[in-house]
């Protein structure tokens, strides 16, 4: 399972939701008073984890949304071309993972290095490169 529902009232500004199918960082967050004939309306902006594009979504406070469900993890480069190939450091399996958009951490990626990256509904992207 990588998403669990959450209401729309609970999601804050720096915290994650899936809105079209595509996991996303809250960016805004706008309440709305309650009016006289219905529940308190919630709007959330939100920008799309993996590419970067603009979403929201408008709902009553007490409606579900899914959040998605991040795995933490680390491994070591193994190989850099168009993606890269890890080696996971508890299950000792390879992983593709795309080569991060960022220039600075792309640069960083090379094989020996210890990286963390994110697993988040069934897709990879390195979030960090450590020299050790």
Not at 47 to 55: A, E, L, N
Not at 114 to 129: F, L
Request: proline share 6%; with cysteine; hydrophobic share 35%.
């Amino acid at each position: 399972m990588s998403t669990r529902p959450a209401e729309l009232g609970e999601v804050k500004e720096g915290s994650n939701v899936v809105i079209e199918g595509e996991p996303c960082r809250v960016v805004e967050v706008e309440r709305s008073k309650p009016g006289k004939h219905g529940s308190a309306k919630v709007r959330v902006v939100a920008i799309g984890i993996f590419d970067g594009v603009k979403r929201s979504v408008v709902g009553p406070s007490d409606q579900y949304i899914e959040v998605p469900i991040i795995e933490k993890r680390s491994g070591q480069v193994v190989s850099v071309g168009d993606t890269v190939t890890v080696m996971d450091n508890e299950t000792l399996e390879m992983v593709e993972v795309p080569l991060p958009k960022d220039e600075t951490l792309a640069s960083r990626v090379q094989p020996g290095v210890t990286i963390e990256y994110w697993r988040i509904m069934d897709r990879n992207m390195i979030v960090q490169a450590r020299r050790e």
